[in-house]
């Protein structure tokens, strides 16, 4: 089997282009690391690759779950193994890119022990002021609040139910991960890195496009769709803060702001959460280094399977 390559980084870094570029000089294909993007629909929203992008190169997991569906780790596993066995077969080499690092964690590592939700208990925590939850989670578990997105319902949530479930603070579940990376770095594997302010201005170009291409029609349309009964995609940054414009409580140059702010939190936590998590070679992007220049400097770094 050829082993596959890993490359994961923040929103906005540039990791998409420079996976498209790789794959193209060493014969790959890529295999989709993000939880929103394997939702129908969710194209701007998402900066999914668009058909000319897809038709350069095989993109496996785009478009695989509907609004009306849930996805999760167990089913990315799932599909990424079978995506790896046809891309293999066809002798070519699986390139992995994307930003979810729950994602690559759970391929790498396993999928961990943390207890699944009751379906009650989840009804009376969805009924509950998020405030409220907040409020217990500092109380009980501190150190999940300082690291989880506060302005996550879904997340806050799932975060206090464990603590009920089984009497312990989200953060001390022990699963075959817990504890981060050990042992030595994964072979062929990246996350990409930019400065601070150079990623923050990508980030901010790159929410201004995504209006310009109609990210408000996008939304609108996903609505009638069944967006808004789809706890997990309406966690989508972008989409989340414009159903919050179409409900009319915000314009939307104040919506713009407020999805260039989230997106910076959620780059900042993104980095974090790698650096913890993820046994991966960093390799920052300089402002004047273009990304066929960086797809060639990885492809140089790649070890051969031993």
């Known amino acids: ?20 570029l790789l794959a193209e000089r060493i ?10 993007q394997v939702y129908h629909g969710l194209d701007i929203g998402t900066a999914k690759p668009d058909r000319a992008q897809q038709q350069r190169v095989r993109h496996h997991l785009l478009d695989v779950a509907s609004l009306t569906t849930s996805f999760d780790a167990a089913r990315f596993v799932q599909l990424a193994g079978e995506a790896v066995q046809q891309i293999v077969a066809r002798n070519r080499i699986p ?22 939700t009751d379906s009650e208990l989840r009804k009376q925590l969805q009924a509950t002021p998020l405030q409220d939850l907040l409020k217990e989670l500092a109380e009980r578990d501190p150190e999940t609040l300082a690291g989880i997105d506060q302005h996550n319902p879904r997340r806050v949530i799932r975060a206090v139910a464990v603590l009920r479930l089984t009497g312990k603070p989200f953060s001390a579940q022990r699963t075959v991960w817990a504890d981060g990376p050990t042992g030595e770095p994964v072979a062929n594997a990246f996350t990409l890195l930019r400065g601070r302010e150079e990623l923050g201005r990508r980030i901010d170009g790159r929410v201004d496009r995504m209006f310009e291409r109609g990210l408000v029609a996008e939304t609108a349309e996903l609505l009638k769709q069944g967006l808004a009964a789809n706890p997990t995609a309406m966690q989508a940054i972008g989409y989340r803060q414009v159903v919050e414009h179409l409900q009319g409580l915000r314009n939307l140059e104040a919506t713009i702001q407020l999805v260039k702010t989230r997106t910076r939190q959620f780059a900042k936590r993104q980095l974090t959460w790698y650096q913890k998590q993820l046994p991966f070679a960093s390799v920052t992007l300089e402002p004047g280094e273009n990304p066929e220049q960086m797809a060639a400097a990885i492809s140089d770094r790649l070890k051969p399977r031993v």
């Open 1 to 20: 089997m050829r082993a596959p390559i890993f490359l994961a980084g923040p929103t906005a870094v540039g990791k998409s282009e420079v996976a498209l």
């Open 27 to 36: 014969g790959g294909e890529i295999v989709t690391v993000d939880s929103m």
């Open 95 to 116: 390139i992995f890119c994307g930003g979810t690092g729950l994602y690559f964690k759970a391929w790498l590592d396993g999928l961990g022990d943390a207890p699944p």
